[in-house]
């Protein structure tokens, strides 16, 4: 601080005392910026220190390591406190210097936190295989369910068709003289069932012609896939485009970065060389003041010697008044050449201020750069994902091709299955014939029915037995299905934890855009102090005016150096003036403007760092909670496919019931376990187009999602590298890095409404 006071600057050549003077404000400048930027950093991290501070939900796997890290990020979270709070009271102290050097050890620690941190996103997504691994079992467990009532549902049908068979049997046996009457009524009721039977056979050769006509349909979407792929990659190629064009546009940025370096550091020699012109000046300025100093003694003396010898005046007047004019002359040419060497100092002053907006104008340019750079290595990686994307997109898509290959082939046989029928119905029509002849046998057949009603009550017997096992199976999967619906409710609660995580985050955010709030409430003092000192000044150059006027006074008083009280006068007026000159001073003005302008322009990245940690956080938050919601999404889907699927279970059951009962009593045993097949079959192949159809829809719902997501990356970012500057130069740099990422964001938005439109073609909804 020695070199800041009058008395220094005095002792030592101005030059000299400059020189210090600006090596130390760039010295202090510097520390400011760096301690600065540790706590930009460290404000970077604080919100992130908090959520895992708050967060007291131990792990999913019970390691046990959460308390450890929790007393580290305390430890942390009170450094980090104790930093901004001696940054606040003074950034001047000694003591901030030491803290400096500890910031190694606070970065490891803050390492330590995100690593914490990252274990604790690494738990939730493997929670999240977990239930889906859980949920694909609930599904295996339903399907062996489904395998299990369909067993049971036919061991009961043999049962009832047993139970059925003996019945009849006793009837047959308890009155013989019913059984000519009873298959009379037979007779009948094969009528009606070839009738029902012809009826049935319709439906199905309908159901048969809408199955072919949903084949056509399908193999059509299929084709429109395959057209949709083809244009994706087109698409991606004209991305590769973009991409190479972007890098040419880098390279062409650098180039001008380069050469306005070359124009700085030639600016900075004529500097140099300017500073060495003002030295001379300086020396010249200096040669002068000491040669009118002399001028000045010998004036005295001649004065003293004019009143020694009042008879020579006449003489010597004459001499005295040339002496006068190169007297002013001498004065009016240290005048100019004052006023030339403060319009030289005020003009290197502005040359300096220019150095530093150029200087800052390549580090902004620089930082935009990098940023682009980032960026654009984030869309090359997002364009190698989604050819990735594209590659299983068109295996899939074979995968579907085969399907439906297969699933022409299921209809042929379906349809030679239902040629099948229609001869065993023309079979049943001449069976009626027969049925007069088989009445004669039937007298010979009671003997037979009798060793049969044996045989049957053995297998009814068995019949039960299985029933009974498969019962006890399906109350086992039940108990199975009851504990994966109680993992299911732990795996919502932890979701419910996560959701009060996001609140806690919510509160951080609330008490950043607090700090926030002070921050500016601090610049605005700032400025309130610059606006003192800026009168100050204004009072500065006041009083620099009036020693003009000063100095113009003393100049009338030297054309009347006649008399001595002029002498006096001008001695005073020349000692007030040195001491005025020296009191009033504008250098400290100039430091402390200086100071408080750097303090400013801190404040103010500051602020605009905290404004991007406070939009980064939101954005954060909305992913998590978009993330939250679609797992939430997916859990109800789950449910309600497993109601629906209890409840299709349950009519399944209920209907087999209904149409074995009614096959049972109207048609044979031959004709009904066809009928069965043919229906297990059918549904199969409805299943089966169905999986065809929901896989066609994730297809295109996963495509949809990897362009949103892509457009979100692009637009975050394009918010982080766009910052406003304030000089013109600037603005043009901005507009043209602007421009390219509007042409960047132009072709993906083409992109996604290419790919939506090929959807929309395609029929997928």
Request: aromatic share 4%; charged share 35%; glycine share 2%.
């Amino acid at each position: 601080m020695a070199a800041f006071s009058p008395n220094s600057t005095a002792s030592f050549p101005r030059h000299f005392a400059d020189n210090k003077i600006c090596y130390l404000r760039r010295e202090g400048k510097q520390t400011r910026m760096s301690f600065l930027e540790a706590s930009n950093r460290k404000c970077q991290v604080l919100w992130v220190v908090r959520s895992v501070l708050d967060n007291q939900k131990p792990s999913i796997h019970g390691n046990g390591a959460t308390e450890s890290t929790r007393i580290l990020l305390e430890r942390l979270f009170a450094q980090t406190q104790k930093l901004e709070e001696q940054i606040g009271r003074d950034p001047h102290l000694p003591e901030i210097a030491e803290l400096g050097l500890s910031l190694g050890k606070l970065e490891s620690d803050m390492q330590a936190a995100l690593a914490a941190l990252q274990k604790k996103e690494e738990d939730l997504r493997d929670a999240e295989k977990n239930v889906f691994l859980e949920l694909n079992e609930v599904n295996r467990a339903k399907e062996e369910l489904e395998r299990r009532e369909e067993e049971i549902a036919a061991a009961s049908s043999r049962k009832e068709r047993l139970e059925e068979e003996l019945r009849q049997a006793n009837l047959v046996l308890a009155s013989q003289a019913m059984v000519i009457e009873d298959l009379k009524l037979c007779l009948r009721e094969r009528d009606q069932q070839i009738f029902s039977a012809q009826s049935a056979l319709s439906l199905k050769e309908d159901e048969i012609s809408k199955m072919s006509n949903d084949l056509i349909r399908k193999s059509e979407e299929v084709a429109n896939a395959e057209s949709e792929f083809r244009s994706k990659a087109q698409l991606l190629n004209e991305a590769n485009e973009v991409v190479r064009r972007q890098e040419v546009e880098l390279l062409e940025l650098r180039r001008s970065i380069q050469a306005k370096e070359e124009e700085l550091e030639f600016i900075m020699t004529l500097q140099q060389t300017e500073q060495e012109k003002l030295r001379v000046m300086e020396d010249s300025l200096n040669k002068q003041t000491t040669d009118w100093l002399v001028a000045q003694e010998e004036l005295k003396k001649l004065e003293k010697e004019l009143s020694k010898h009042s008879g020579e005046a006449n003489e010597t007047l004459e001499d005295f008044r040339r002496v006068r004019k190169l007297l002013t002359d001498v004065r009016s040419e240290l005048v100019m050449s004052q006023e030339a060497f403060a319009l030289s100092r005020q003009r290197i002053e502005e040359q300096e201020q220019l150095l530093q907006e150029k200087l800052v104008e390549v580090d902004a340019q620089r930082k935009s750069v990098l940023s682009y750079m980032t960026s654009l290595k984030d869309a090359t990686v997002e364009v190698e994902s989604e050819r990735v994307k594209l590659r299983v997109t068109e295996a899939r898509n074979k995968e579907l091709e085969r399907e439906l290959a297969m699933e022409k082939e299921l209809v042929t046989e379906l349809q030679k299955e239902l040629n099948k029928e229609r001869s065993s119905l023309e079979q049943a029509l001449m069976d009626m014939a027969f049925l007069k002849e088989e009445l004669d046998c039937r007298n010979i057949e009671f003997v037979e029915t009798e060793n049969l009603l044996h045989i049957k009550e053995s297998e009814l017997v068995n019949a039960r037995l299985e029933i009974q096992h498969l019962e006890s199976e399906l109350i086992s999967l039940q108990t199975l299905l009851e504990g994966k619906d109680s993992e299911l409710v732990s795996a919502q609660k932890m979701f419910a934890v996560v959701n009060q995580e996001i609140a806690e985050l919510k509160m951080l955010m609330k008490n950043r855009d607090d700090q926030l709030m002070e921050a500016t409430s601090a610049l605005k003092e700032k400025e309130d102090n610059v606006q003192t000192i800026q009168h100050e000044l204004d009072s500065t150059k006041q009083k620099f005016s009036e020693a003009e006027s000063v100095l113009a006074k003393i100049v009338q008083l030297t054309n009347d150096l006649g008399d001595e009280q002029c002498g006096r006068l001008l001695k005073e007026t020349d000692r007030k003036l040195s001491s005025h000159l020296f009191d009033q001073s504008g250098d400290n003005f100039d430091w402390k403007k200086k100071q408080l302008e750097t303090e400013l322009k801190l404040t103010r990245e500051s602020l605009k760092a905290k404004e991007m940690e406070v939009l980064a956080a939101q954005r954060v938050l909305a992913i998590k909670d978009e993330e939250l919601k679609l797992v939430l999404s997916k859990l109800d889907n789950k449910n309600m496919e497993l109601m629906q699927m209890k409840e299709e279970m349950n009519r399944d059951g209920a209907e087999l019931r209904q149409l074995y009962a009614l096959a049972q009593e109207r048609i044979g045993e031959k004709s009904i376990g066809d009928l069965a097949i043919e229906k297990l079959q059918l549904e199969a192949a409805q299943l089966e187009v169905e999986a065809a159809t929901s896989a066609l829809q994730k297809l295109s719902e996963m495509s949809r999602d990897l362009l949103n997501k892509a457009s979100l990356s692009i637009d975050a970012d394009f918010d982080i590298s766009i910052v406003p500057h304030s000089s013109s130069s600037d603005n043009r740099d901005n507009i043209d890095e602007s421009g390219c990422l509007a042409k960047v964001k132009t072709e993906v938005a083409n992109l996604s409404a290419l790919t939506e439109q090929l959807l929309k073609e395609a029929g997928v909804k």
